[in-house]
């Protein structure tokens, strides 16, 4: 079977999620979980229920809106994030909610929560709590700095964006830090997550045990931060913000066209001899500043200036084939709408359509899939989706907890669920 094939059965299939998180970094792990074919157990509070909700824009009856029209507006924040996922309501802050939480989490293999530190073990719900409820159980935290760190707060994408010093990645010396369009903290995490999830699974199928998971915002996003050796780069004088550019893989990076901008790769000789052919410049290739990559780094500034007055003069197209033809890497630079349509990443659900379930829309709304092909598994979610807070309440419940209909009845009313 190629990998494009795909079976009827999902990687994670059997396995059960009890997913306490809200915003975009903990609902997307578990996003994830449930693409890869875990069932996923979405719990909400009662009033409000996840923050995503009030995110603009909306979609329903008149199409997607900036504020909410009708209550059957839907959040495409929420529209996208709940996807594939069973809707649960429970008051964690009610007395009675400790017991309710137990009672879940032994029929649950993972727990993710995204609090900020130290809240769920106040609320009853950490990880000792769910350790004592099913021994097995696998418990990730997902928080800005550490579920044990000393230091906390609220840790939003460009909070943790500040703190990590990606936003001094880009841009050019003297220019303001520049904030990532992509909430790369809130992504970048919980990869982590579901990686160290996955790995604890394999762990407890050796020694029957589960443990407890703890991913840090921070410490995600640093870590590929520190990728680059900023220091190193300092010390040989080599400036760390040189804007559209890598000045010490040059030429590397954007360059401006007629009508857009291209990026292209031309780091090693093969490559620059091609671009200077494209070019027109051949003459480069003996020039003393640029005959080989030691020098062309050392002269990086003198030679973006002249690839920039070349491309300025040519539309982007024109650009692109020219180096093609020399077997240059070279792409247009493109906006997220067109690149979201590629047919490449659409071939292979990496984006996926989304729609309100009961309205239609003109646009053609696309959202994350799971870019993973599995030879032997498929990926893709549920036909679920929580719209309304607790909407599958009884289902759940009594599936997982044996609750009969009078329980939940009267935990209703106390205000728990």
């Not at 002269?299 to 084939?321: D, G, K, Y």
């Not at 990496?350 to 709304?365: C, G, N, Q, R, V």
Request: aromatic content about 6%; some cysteine; hydrophobic content about 45%.
């Amino acid at each position: 079977m190629s990998i494009t094939e795909n079976s009827q059965q999902r990687p994670l299939e059997g396995l059960r999620v009890l997913d306490l998180t809200r915003a975009l970094a903990g609902p997307y792990a578990t996003l994830l979980l449930a693409g890869l074919g875990a069932e996923v157990i979405k719990l909400e509070d009662p009033v409000g229920g996840d923050l995503a909700r009030e995110n603009s824009p909306y979609v329903g009856r008149d199409g997607v809106v900036v504020e909410r029209r009708h209550a059957d507006d839907i959040s495409i924040s929420h529209l996208t994030r709940a996807r594939g996922k069973h809707g649960i309501s429970l008051n964690l802050k009610h007395p009675d909610a400790k017991a309710v939480f137990a009672d879940l989490v032994k029929g649950c293999d993972i727990v993710v929560e995204n609090f900020t530190s130290g809240t769920a073990d106040r609320l009853g719900v950490g990880y000792a709590a769910a350790k004592e409820a099913n021994p097995r159980v696998i418990y990730c935290s997902l928080s800005g700095f550490g579920a044990n760190g000393s230091e906390g707060g609220k840790a939003m994408d460009v909070i943790i964006q500040a703190l990590s010093g990606a936003m001094y990645t880009s841009g050019a010396p003297g220019e303001p830090p520049v904030r990532m369009g992509v909430p790369m903290a809130d992504m970048l995490a919980p990869v982590f997550a579901v990686i160290g999830i996955l790995a604890a699974l394999e762990q407890r199928h050796r020694t029957g045990e589960g443990q407890h998971i703890d991913v840090s915002m921070l410490g995600a996003l640093t870590s590929f931060v520190a990728i680059e050796n900023w220091s190193a780069m300092a010390a040989a004088g080599m400036p760390s913000r040189t804007g559209l550019t890598v000045q010490r893989l040059s030429p590397f990076g954007v360059f401006e066209c007629a009508d857009g901008y291209i990026a292209l790769v031309a780091v090693h000789d093969k490559l620059a001899a091609g671009l200077f052919r494209a070019m027109g410049q051949e003459a480069l290739l003996q020039h003393p500043q640029f005959a080989t990559r030691d020098a062309r780094v050392a002269n990086a500034t003198e030679l973006e200036a002249r690839i920039n007055a070349w491309s300025r003069q040519l539309p982007v197209a024109e650009v692109v084939a020219a180096l093609e033809a020399q077997g240059v890497p070279v792409a247009p630079v493109r906006h997220p709408e067109d690149a979201l349509v590629d047919p490449r990443v659409v071939a292979r659900n990496e984006t996926m359509p989304i729609a309100h379930p009961s309205y239609s829309s003109d646009i053609d709304l696309r959202t994350a899939g799971i870019p993973i092909l599995f030879s032997g598994a498929r990926t893709g979610f549920d036909p679920v989706l929580p719209v309304a807070i607790g909407e599958h309440n009884g289902d759940v419940y009594q599936r997982l907890t044996g609750y009969t209909p009078e329980q939940l009845q009267r935990l209703k009313q106390q205000g728990v669920i």
